[in-house]
């Protein structure tokens, strides 16, 4: 006797359902799909009982006849395809004809239908996978599918769905999702008789609004827009991600459609989080909302029962355009933010307050690590106004008189002084500029030093710098503020194999134990790129002979071990495949290091200084590690504080 036989089709429908239908929100995922595909412009969605007691979908599509609703019901029934060629073609959300077959064999099904030239509708009644009633009725255009009692027959798939609230949770997920995709939708969607989402229809612009609205909560926060097309304009990467400050702590808040599909995908989420290198705080994850619009062909969208997942035909090609995508519009914010918190345009000209005219901001010789190309020629006696402003104090120099040797431009933090253990390599003169080399005519303590539109009232806690902003003001994160400009030049130098080095006048020797000295020889292109100079002495001592020029002020043996503790948890350069994000993590440290800290004191043109670097780079707003550092306060907000409003 045989031992296989056919399924019982009512069987097999629950089976299936097992796979498609996999919680009330799956229900309503697939209802909404065939709204959509039916050319609706109005849907509702309308839950009760965390979506097991009912769910009803409402849309004003092409309708069906009768003929169609029973049609429905079969297995593999569908008006989506017609021929094997459509297979690599799929422009429709639904193509298989299963969703509506699995949800009515565990659900009590009702679908009420009629077109745009029938007179009357039909109504299809169906219990558990069995047509009980069929009818004609009067009813508006559309359909009207209704569902209730899920999982009545099948309890050992009901205990397993969560609680009420968290079903109801990824119900509303989908709703929101949908909304998004389709702004031209009208959609509204209600739980137990309450309104929760009701949103007119839009024009495609209106994706920016519905994000606020349904992501943001906030008008205020801003958003950064993603708009890039490849070669021969296809593939098209567009949409809006929140500005990295309000990225959420915890939840999947990065929604990514695919030619207007729902889809989970790492590639899509690893290639925004890598598009954001260096703007993500630890924990946080992107958010916001990923179109991409592709060939169809170019997409596999057949590999998922319930077709939430995908699979890309040239996948690092995608995941490389969305990483550009993403970083080219983190460029253009750069941009945006610092017209507003500076008013200098792109070109670094800076805007007037009063007529918006242009000019060419003054040239100035800042303090804090002035790029190779802001570097004078030092001439004339030391000026005793100008205080410590290169990070050698006037006092010292007239006690310790030497004659520095430089190979190329030496660019120290503020407030640092030069190790006297330390040489360059041509000859030059330890000269300080006088006040008048920066642009102003008094002191340190002059309140007028000002940078673009930004005017320099003092420091808080010896930590933030505080300025006064055209009707704002302005806070920045001092030490967030130089760590990001010094990572920036460590980022270009190391590209560029030139990493500006420092000699040391005293060598120092280490001792290094085995594990550093594998990892030493493992990454010694690598270590020798980033300015470091060490040569083997003998069995495990080594002299260090060099450090990075812009961390001249740190101890060189702290510069080694920090370098080395950094390679030891992420693997030598072999082991890294080149991974840029790996690098970037050993430049963050090494540029945390450097920058000036909390808590040290700055002269005003020190700050000044600062702000004028900021102005001259074209990424500043957070710092390596995602930490923000620039915060503005309108004036309007600081009159609300003390209601003068």
């Known amino acids: 006797m045989s031992q296989i036989r056919i399924l019982p089709e009512n069987l097999a429908n629950q089976i299936a359902a097992g796979e498609v239908v996999e919680r009330p929100a799956s229900v309503v995922k697939e209802l909404v799909e065939n709204s959509i595909d039916a050319g609706a412009t109005s ?6 009982g965390g979506g097991t007691s009912l ?124 909304a998004l995709v389709r702004s031209d939708l009208a959609v509204s969607y209600a739980v137990n008789g309450r309104e929760v989402i ?28 993603v708009d890039s097309t490849g070669d021969g304009g296809e593939p098209r990467i567009s949409g809006f991600l929140l500005a990295p400050d ?4 915890s939840g999947v808040s990065l929604r990514a459609f695919v030619n207007g599909r729902a889809v989970r995908d790492r590639l899509i989420t690893h290639a925004v989080a890598e598009g954001l290198r ?120 007239k006690k310790e008189p030497v004659d520095l040797i430089v190979s190329e431009p030496v660019h120290l933090p503020v407030g640092r002084e030069r190790r006297p253990d330390l040489e360059t390599r041509s000859s030059a003169s330890a000269e300080l500029p006088d006040s008048s080399a920066v642009g102003v005519a008094a002191g340190d303590d002059d309140l007028s030093v000002s940078s673009g539109q930004l005017r320099v009232i003092g420091q808080l806690h010896d ?67 980033m300015g470091i100079d060490i040569q083997e002495f003998g069995g495990t001592t080594y002299v ?18 920090g370098v080395l503790d950094q390679f030891a948890g992420i693997g030598t350069s072999k082991d890294r495949g080149g991974s840029a994000r790996r690098l970037d993590s050993i430049l963050s440290v090494m540029a945390c290091k450097a920058a000036i800290k909390a808590n040290q004191s700055l002269s005003h043109l020190e700050m000044k200084g600062l702000l004028d670097e900021m102005v001259k780079n074209n990424v500043f707003s957070h710092c390596p590690h995602g930490r923000p550092v620039v915060r503005k306060f309108s004036a309007s907000e600081i009159q609300k504080w003390f209601y003068r409003t």
């Open 463 to 529: 930590t933030y710098i505080l300025c006064e902003g055209q009707n704002s003001l302005v806070a920045i994160d001092q030490h967030a503020a130089q760590e990001r400009l010094i990572f920036e030049r460590f980022k270009k130098e190391f590209a560029d194999g030139r990493v500006a080095r420092q000699a040391l006048l005293f060598p120092a020797t280490i001792e290094l134990g085995f594990d550093d000295i594998a990892i030493l020889e493992g990454a010694a292109e690598d270590i020798a790129g």
């Open 43 to 48: 849907l509702t969605v309308q839950v009760e």
């Open 55 to 178: 769910i009803r979908v409402i849309d004003d599509g092409r309708g069906m006849d009768q003929d169609d609703i029973l049609l429905s019901l079969e297995r593999h029934a569908t008006s989506k395809l017609t021929s094997v060629e459509q297979l690599d073609d799929i422009r429709t959300l639904g193509f298989r004809g299963e969703a509506v077959p699995s949800i009515a064999s565990v659900a009590r099904l009702t679908i009420t239908s009629r077109q745009a030239d029938a007179q009357l509708g039909n109504r299809v009644e169906i219990r558990f996978g069995k047509v009980v009633k069929v009818h004609e009725m009067g009813c508006q255009t559309g359909t009207v599918v209704e569902v209730r009692d899920l999982f009545g027959n099948v309890p050992a798939r009901k205990k397993f769905l969560k609680t009420p609230r968290t079903e109801l949770a990824h119900i509303e997920e989908v709703v929101r999702g949908y």
């Open 544 to 561: 260090l002979k060099g450090v990075p020029a812009m961390m001249a002020h740190v101890p060189p043996e702290e510069i080694l071990r």
């Open 278 to 397: 260096n703007y993500l705080m630890k924990g946080r994850k992107p958010s916001g909302v990923l179109f991409i619009d592709l060939p169809p062909a170019a997409v596999d969208v057949n590999v998922h029962p319930a077709k939430l997942e995908i699979r890309f035909h040239k996948s690092k090609a995608i995941h490389q355009l969305i990483v550009l995508a993403v970083a080219e519009a983190m460029g253009k914010f750069q941009d945006g933010l610092k017209r507003s918190v500076f008013g200098v345009a792109s070109s670094g000209e800076t805007i007037t307050a009063e007529a918006g005219i242009a000019e060419k901001p003054e040239t100035v010789l800042t303090g804090i690590n002035p790029s190779p190309s802001q570097e004078k020629p030092l001439s004339g006696p030391v000026s005793k106004k100008s205080g410590d402003i290169r990070g050698y104090s006037y006092d010292r120099i």
């Open 198 to 225: 009701s949103l007119p229809a839009a024009g495609p612009g209106g994706v920016e609004q519905r994000l606020k609205k349904l992501l943001c909560c906030d008008n205020q926060k801003e958003l950064v827009r």
């Open 246 to 249: 309000h990225f959420p702590g």
